[in-house]
């Protein structure tokens, strides 16, 4: 057999759309085209919320296609100075191109918006069969027509004119072979656009569903009482332990550590039963949550925790913890960042780590205020934090009673954590001394514990159960959990499990890449059960730190970080767009986790508000796979297995040399 040819010709360069419809996934969701659609929305909604539009119309056709039109002031269809191309084309067929980039005062279209990734309507018109823009700008109503996933491009034409009306009409065909579902889901449209009215004060959301054979089906959405008058109506006949507390805050021009403009609006509620809570980041719904909701947590803990320290409501020996406050507490929060980092383009969870302390800043001072302003709503809230903290104290204790009648001591290298709650205990298994010097001053000790290894693992594939603890790291990580060695058919005691997840820390070099596999292969054969039932997770350190300097007043000093190459461009393309000179960008390679100091440590790999952890999972339908896989890496005698393996596979590696 003839070996594939290898050369210049080899490489292929995607332009254009064409990247998006290569690899849709990547940019969108593929269960549906709601999100294409959405983007759609967005960008109308960016309108009201800059202040330009006073309605957002959206009708479902009965052919599939869909309608987004708004008030604002329509796309500029004008030639870019740059580019010499309409800007409306721009918009609609060059992906990282739009109007909310350059953040600089006076230079961008947006103060505030969904996000940064410029990827928006140009991938709605890739995974579309047709799309038709109507713009009302100048007295006239031009309209431009793309065809094929964006492939044609119809010129821009002058179709009437409209006075003194401005706005932009979007009519979308999704292309059904992108998607598994070719149908834009109307109850998921429904929600989106309630939200929006909740969000948007004084903006008309209207959406018409068109009916085969009759008048088209309208609904409309208004809050007066806006995020309160939501919460309300998602808590239905349930009624608040205490009165509902709405409010809002935004820095000002003096604001040494954030941009006009930026903070949050929310309405906070504690109810017996639960209720579902929603979040929102200039607009976008972040149905996954992320750092802007840890931030609001732990601004309303901070200010509880105070109010019930000042009226000495706390029983002895009692400690308060976090969730205790709010477990029961429901939310509404719409926050306002000035440049939004989001996990994927789908935008469903928020990664800003700068929106921890922004929504906790902006929150704990009214909010200890409003609970001294009103002490018995305040007490209530306090007594229902209060049972939660007896009852989670409780059921620690009943683990403890069995967790103390082994004989097994603790490993004395082993830096334990003070909670005994298992459901919030974290081990971190470091790998060094040094990293594991540092995970100790960046730990809560409250919740997480640590624990050094001293090199590598022993491959633990075949090691016979009876042998296992004979390895002195193998018995202190066994020893440490509290759980003994097991196969994956058997119904372990997990009983006596010390923590709830146990995290993988290790370097992202190759040796780290190493310790993991060989850790995770400790886990897969002789403690299943923990990664069946979810308790087995690995770190994700940075690679890099990005330093900026300040910009201005407004822009104080940053420090970035980036997992790989990949995040480290992207980074520097937006802080490039943001008007940052290269030269201004300084990069640091972190050698090693010991490297970091313990607050760099602390926030990017240990704190959960805006650390990355991964889960570890085993798919069932890929058990059979991953047997085999284990097998051919880590097996004595698969060395022929491995290398031919390795010939095989060996040109898409990613090689850190």
């Given at each position: 057999m003839t070996a594939k040819q290898y050369d210049e010709s080899s490489f292929r360069v995607l332009k254009g759309l064409e990247p998006?419809?290569?690899?849709p996934g990547m940019y969108t969701r593929t269960d549906s085209p709601a999100h294409i659609i959405q983007e759609v929305i967005d960008n109308a909604a960016d309108e009201a919320l800059a202040g330009f539009a006073k309605s957002i119309h959206v009708t479902l056709h009965t052919d599939g296609s869909v309608t987004v039109a708004d008030d604002g002031r329509g796309i500029p269809v004008g030639l870019h100075p740059e580019e010499g191309v309409p800007v409306v084309v721009l918009a609609y067929t060059r992906l990282h191109a739009g109007g909310k980039f350059d953040k600089r005062e006076g230079n961008s279209a947006y103060a505030f918006s969904g996000g940064l990734h410029g990827v928006g309507v140009a991938v709605t018109n890739a995974l579309s069969t047709r799309v038709e823009v109507e713009v009302k700008r100048d007295g006239k109503v031009h309209q431009v027509v793309f065809a094929e996933g964006g492939e044609r491009i119809g010129p821009i034409e002058v179709v009437g004119?409209?006075?003194?009306q401005t706005g932009t009409r979007v009519r979308v065909w999704p292309d059904g072979k992108y998607f598994e579902n070719p149908r834009v889901p109307q109850p998921e449209i429904e929600r989106l656009l309630r939200s929006k009215a909740v969000l948007l004060a004084g903006v008309g959301v209207r959406l018409d569903i068109e009916q085969p054979g009759g008048p088209a089906l309208t609904k409309t959405w208004t809050y007066p009482e806006g995020l309160a008058g939501y919460l309300r109506e998602q808590a239905g006949e349930v009624e608040p332990v205490a009165p509902?507390?709405?409010?809002?805050?935004?820095?000002?021009?003096?604001?040494?550590?954030?941009?006009?403009?930026?903070?949050?609006a929310w309405v906070i509620g504690w109810f017996e039963q639960a209720v579902p809570s929603e979040s929102f980041v200039n607009l976008i719904p972040t149905?996954?949550?992320?750092?802007?909701?840890?931030?609001?947590?732990?601004?309303?803990?901070e200010a509880t925790k105070s109010f019930i320290e000042h009226h000495a409501?706390?029983?002895?020996?009692?400690?308060?913890?976090?969730?205790?406050?709010?477990?029961?507490?429901?939310?509404?929060?719409?926050?306002r960042l000035l440049d939004p980092q989001f996990q994927g383009q789908v935008k469903e969870k928020l990664n800003s780590r700068e929106a921890v302390k922004l929504v906790s800043s902006m929150i704990r001072d009214p909010f200890e205020i409003w609970l001294n302003n009103h002490v018995e709503a305040g007490r209530a809230i306090a007594e229902l934090s209060i049972k939660q903290a007896l009852?989670?104290?409780?059921?620690?204790?009943?683990?403890?009673?069995?967790?103390?009648s082994g004989v097994a001591v603790l490993p004395g290298k082993l830096s334990d954590c003070e909670s005994e709650d298992i459901a919030e205990n974290e081990l971190f298994l470091v790998e060094g001394d040094s990293a594991g010097g540092s995970a100790k001053m960046a730990r809560d000790k409250e919740t997480q514990a640590i624990l050094p290894l001293r090199g590598k693992v022993q491959n633990a594939w075949e090691i016979d159960p009876d042998r296992l603890l004979a390895n002195a790291e193998i018995h202190d990580i066994a020893v440490a959990l509290g759980v003994d060695a097991h196969t994956a058919d058997a119904s372990p005691d997990l009983s006596g499990l010390r923590y709830g997840k146990v995290v993988i820390m290790s370097d992202a070099d190759v040796d780290g890449a190493h310790i993991q596999t060989l850790l995770l292969t400790l886990f897969f054969r002789h403690f299943p059960k923990l990664i069946e039932r979810g308790h087995i997770y690995v770190a994700q350190p940075p690679l890099y730190r990005v330093d900026v300097p300040a910009q201005g007043k407004k822009r104080p000093p940053r420090r970035l970080y980036a997992l790989d190459d990949g995040e480290l461009a992207a980074i520097r393309d937006r802080l490039l767009q943001e008007g940052y000179r290269a030269e201004q960008i300084e990069v640091g390679r972190f050698k090693g986790l010991g490297e970091m100091n313990p607050d760099q440590l602390r926030e990017t790999t240990m704190d959960p508000a805006t650390r990355r952890v991964l889960p570890v999972q085993v798919r069932p339908d890929a058990l059979d796979d991953t047997l085999k896989m284990f097998n051919l890496l880590m097996g004595k005698g698969e060395a022929s297995g491995r290398r031919a393996w390795m010939e095989e596979k060996g040109d898409t590696v990613e090689a850190d040399v």
């Amino acid at each position: 057999m003839t070996a594939k040819q290898y050369d210049e010709s080899s490489f292929r360069v995607l332009k254009g759309l064409e990247p998006v419809r290569e690899r849709p996934g990547m940019y969108t969701r593929t269960d549906s085209p709601a999100h294409i659609i959405q983007e759609v929305i967005d960008n109308a909604a960016d309108e009201a919320l800059a202040g330009f539009a006073k309605s957002i119309h959206v009708t479902l056709h009965t052919d599939g296609s869909v309608t987004v039109a708004d008030d604002g002031r329509g796309i500029p269809v004008g030639l870019h100075p740059e580019e010499g191309v309409p800007v409306v084309v721009l918009a609609y067929t060059r992906l990282h191109a739009g109007g909310k980039f350059d953040k600089r005062e006076g230079n961008s279209a947006y103060a505030f918006s969904g996000g940064l990734h410029g990827v928006g309507v140009a991938v709605t018109n890739a995974l579309s069969t047709r799309v038709e823009v109507e713009v009302k700008r100048d007295g006239k109503v031009h309209q431009v027509v793309f065809a094929e996933g964006g492939e044609r491009i119809g010129p821009i034409e002058v179709v009437g004119s409209c006075g003194r009306q401005t706005g932009t009409r979007v009519r979308v065909w999704p292309d059904g072979k992108y998607f598994e579902n070719p149908r834009v889901p109307q109850p998921e449209i429904e929600r989106l656009l309630r939200s929006k009215a909740v969000l948007l004060a004084g903006v008309g959301v209207r959406l018409d569903i068109e009916q085969p054979g009759g008048p088209a089906l309208t609904k409309t959405w208004t809050y007066p009482e806006g995020l309160a008058g939501y919460l309300r109506e998602q808590a239905g006949e349930v009624e608040p332990v205490a009165p509902l507390y709405a409010g809002e805050k935004y820095a000002d021009k003096d604001d040494a550590s954030y941009a006009p403009g930026e903070g949050a609006a929310w309405v906070i509620g504690w109810f017996e039963q639960a209720v579902p809570s929603e979040s929102f980041v200039n607009l976008i719904p972040t149905v996954a949550g992320g750092t802007h909701e840890s931030g609001l947590r732990a601004g309303v803990f901070e200010a509880t925790k105070s109010f019930i320290e000042h009226h000495a409501l706390l029983p002895r020996g009692v400690k308060l913890q976090q969730e205790d406050v709010c477990s029961r507490m429901s939310f509404v929060l719409s926050a306002r960042l000035l440049d939004p980092q989001f996990q994927g383009q789908v935008k469903e969870k928020l990664n800003s780590r700068e929106a921890v302390k922004l929504v906790s800043s902006m929150i704990r001072d009214p909010f200890e205020i409003w609970l001294n302003n009103h002490v018995e709503a305040g007490r209530a809230i306090a007594e229902l934090s209060i049972k939660q903290a007896l009852a989670r104290q409780k059921s620690a204790q009943k683990v403890e009673k069995k967790k103390t009648s082994g004989v097994a001591v603790l490993p004395g290298k082993l830096s334990d954590c003070e909670s005994e709650d298992i459901a919030e205990n974290e081990l971190f298994l470091v790998e060094g001394d040094s990293a594991g010097g540092s995970a100790k001053m960046a730990r809560d000790k409250e919740t997480q514990a640590i624990l050094p290894l001293r090199g590598k693992v022993q491959n633990a594939w075949e090691i016979d159960p009876d042998r296992l603890l004979a390895n002195a790291e193998i018995h202190d990580i066994a020893v440490a959990l509290g759980v003994d060695a097991h196969t994956a058919d058997a119904s372990p005691d997990l009983s006596g499990l010390r923590y709830g997840k146990v995290v993988i820390m290790s370097d992202a070099d190759v040796d780290g890449a190493h310790i993991q596999t060989l850790l995770l292969t400790l886990f897969f054969r002789h403690f299943p059960k923990l990664i069946e039932r979810g308790h087995i997770y690995v770190a994700q350190p940075p690679l890099y730190r990005v330093d900026v300097p300040a910009q201005g007043k407004k822009r104080p000093p940053r420090r970035l970080y980036a997992l790989d190459d990949g995040e480290l461009a992207a980074i520097r393309d937006r802080l490039l767009q943001e008007g940052y000179r290269a030269e201004q960008i300084e990069v640091g390679r972190f050698k090693g986790l010991g490297e970091m100091n313990p607050d760099q440590l602390r926030e990017t790999t240990m704190d959960p508000a805006t650390r990355r952890v991964l889960p570890v999972q085993v798919r069932p339908d890929a058990l059979d796979d991953t047997l085999k896989m284990f097998n051919l890496l880590m097996g004595k005698g698969e060395a022929s297995g491995r290398r031919a393996w390795m010939e095989e596979k060996g040109d898409t590696v990613e090689a850190d040399v």
